[in-house]
């Protein structure tokens, strides 16, 4: 005859393992049918007459921020990797650079980002986008965050960015408009 806590060990454990079972089957984001799409990224740069001085674009890192969310974004679904130079390389591989930046201003105003991509597949443009993502918040904009700086605001901009690339690499067209562009 088992212990009255032999039984709620017993119990416990079942719990245990049917809550796990239930977190695992909860997914936010697809989950993959088969092998990860293997996608290359050229180093993300700035458009001529981007908006940023080269101290800024080096002090912000937008272009590593951006990688590294993407990454989160399709890890489950895309192999991204690094590529120094995307000329030759076979395959599916993904080009950006951030086309305007603006709004740098602490304090206030309006931060906006234009970001625009294409998707070569061995070489040849395969699909593209325009991405725009903006914020009237200052510095003091977000309460639970506390204050944040330029490049801070800019990085979350950076992130809904990522969202929007992420999602449309699983159905990637020519002349999208992601963002705060959709439906325009």
Known sequence: MRSVLGKIILRAVGLGFTLHAAACAY????????????????????????????????????????FAELHDEGGRSFALR?????????GLVLVMRFARVEGQS???????????????KDGQVAADFTALRYTT????GHYNRGFQTTCGIMEDLV????EDVGGWLYRPTMN?????????
Request: some cysteine.
């Open 159 to 162: 992130e809904e960015l990522a």
């Open 82 to 90: 690094g590529v120094a130079d995307p000329r030759g390389v076979p």
């Open 27 to 66: 997914s936010p984001t697809p989950a993959p049918t088969g092998p990860r799409t293997p996608i290359a990224v050229a180093p993300i740069g700035f458009g001529p007459d981007n908006g940023l001085t080269l101290e800024e674009q080096a002090e912000c890192e937008l272009g590593k921020v951006l």
């Open 106 to 120: 602490v304090i206030s105003g309006i931060k906006r980002i234009a970001l625009e991509g294409q998707l070569l």
């Open 176 to 184: 999208a408009k992601l963002g705060d562009l959709r439906g325009q």
């Open 137 to 140: 918040q200052g510095a003091f």
